[in-house]
């Protein structure tokens, strides 16, 4: 299988900026997209970034003009850059890739999810 570790988390006050960092690891053969969710208390997990295999990126509306994401190929790792922080933006950011892996004699496709890391932006 594989397995997304994520790092850089933490708290941060309004207007401040953070870098998460997601490294894959496994039997990749290719990832097909890799990117961003977060969930809040209370609320339900939603998208802020993917980047897709092909370059593009999708960036949901709070996230466009503060948050970038962007990948490095080489070492299966995904980042998000946070600037212009609000304490809206305080939530669990799971990190998540898709693609295809080696197993055996095969290849399967995967869906692995970070374990999460906490956010919080506040004064």
């Known amino acids: 299988q594989v397995q997304l570790v994520e790092s850089g988390g933490g708290l941060v006050q309004p207007g401040g900026s953070l870098r998460l960092s997601c490294a894959a690891s496994?039997?990749?053969?290719?990832?097909?997209?890799m990117g961003w969710y977060r969930q809040a208390p209370g609320k339900e997990r939603e998208l802020v970034a993917m980047l897709n295999s092909g370059g593009s990126t999708n960036y949901v509306d709070f996230a466009k003009g503060r948050f970038t994401v962007s990948r490095d190929n080489a070492k299966n790792t995904v980042y998000l850059q946070m600037n212009s922080l609000k304490p809206e933006d305080t939530a669990v950011y799971y990190c998540y890739a898709r693609g295809t892996y080696i197993s055996g004699a095969y290849t399967r496709s995967f869906i692995s999810w970070g374990q999460g890391t906490q956010v919080t932006v506040s004064s």
């Open positions: 496994g039997s990749i053969l290719r990832i097909d997209a």
